[in-house]
T-cell receptor
Framework: EPEVTQTPSHQVTQMGQEVILRCVPI?????FYWYRQILGQKVEFLVS????????KSEIFDDQFSVERPDGSNFTLKIRSTKLEDSAMYFC?????????FGQGTRLTVV | KNEVEQSPQNLTAQEGEFITINCSYS?????LHWLQQHPGGGIVSLFMLSSGKKKHGRLIATINIQEKHSSLHITASHPRDSAVYIC????????????FGKGTLLTVNP
């Protein structure tokens, strides 16, 4: 069965550093998403990406964040100058129709 | 903006019991989704509903569009059903982004 792959599974970073979270979506999917889940809280939408551009973003997705599809297969989320409150599980999802397939997540810990 | 509410937040059951988890939302949707999240975090889609009822094994999901309410039932619960069950809605259009509820932590004891 096709799956969405995320790397790394866990990343620890120093506050103020930049991190790049990587996702390999399912190959024939056209819609890509990043979601975030802070420990103990609900999953929140960050951004959706279609046709090589952002189609929607939440108020959380400010200038600190960016997304790219650099090579036609990977889908990345970059977080510049990480803050303690960026510590969360980040999920990538891809779909050709709802609800999409989720990756296993990257747990980001900012220290 | 859609608000998605789930109840209960926590549910403990004995093996074999019939489980019901409820979800309500505030604004019309194109579809409602039930998802499962195991310890360690991975999310798996269980159902997508736009009307009526769906069944998969011991899991049954129903939706009442007029009342903006859905239920997830688990028959003959088993300890391996222990997980967080999450209700999420998609609002329509071509953007399939999801708005999530807080989830229900289900623990099934042997």
């Amino acid at each position: 069965e096709p799956e969405v792959t995320q790397t790394p599974s866990h990343q620890v970073t120093q506050m103020g550093q930049e991190v790049i979270l990587r996702c390999v979506p399912i190959s024939n999917h056209l819609y890509f998403y990043w979601y975030r889940q802070i420990l103990g809280q609900k999953v929140e939408f960050l951004v959706s990406f279609y046709n090589n551009e952002i189609s929607e973003k939440s108020e959380i997705f400010d200038d600190q964040f960016s997304v790219e599809r650099p090579d036609g297969s990977n889908f990345t989320l970059k977080i510049r100058s990480t803050k303690l409150e960026d510590s969360a599980m980040y999920f990538c999802a891809s779909s050709d129709r709802p609800p999409g397939f989720f990756g296993q997540g990257t747990r980001l810990t900012v220290v | 903006k859609n608000e998605v509410e789930q109840s209960p937040q926590n549910l403990t059951a004995q093996e074999g019991e019939f489980i019901t988890i409820n979800c309500s939302y505030s604004v019309g949707i194109s579809a409602l989704h039930w998802l499962q999240q195991h310890p360690g975090g991975g999310i798996v889609s269980l159902f997508m509903l736009s009307s009526g009822k769906k069944k998969h094994g011991r899991l049954i999901a129903t939706i009442n569009i007029q009342e903006k309410h859905s239920s997830l039932h688990i028959t003959a619960s088993h300890p391996r059903d222990s997980a967080v069950y999450i209700c999420a809605v998609s609002g329509g259009g071509s953007n399939y982004k999801l708005t999530f509820g807080k989830g229900t932590l289900l623990t099934v004891n042997p």
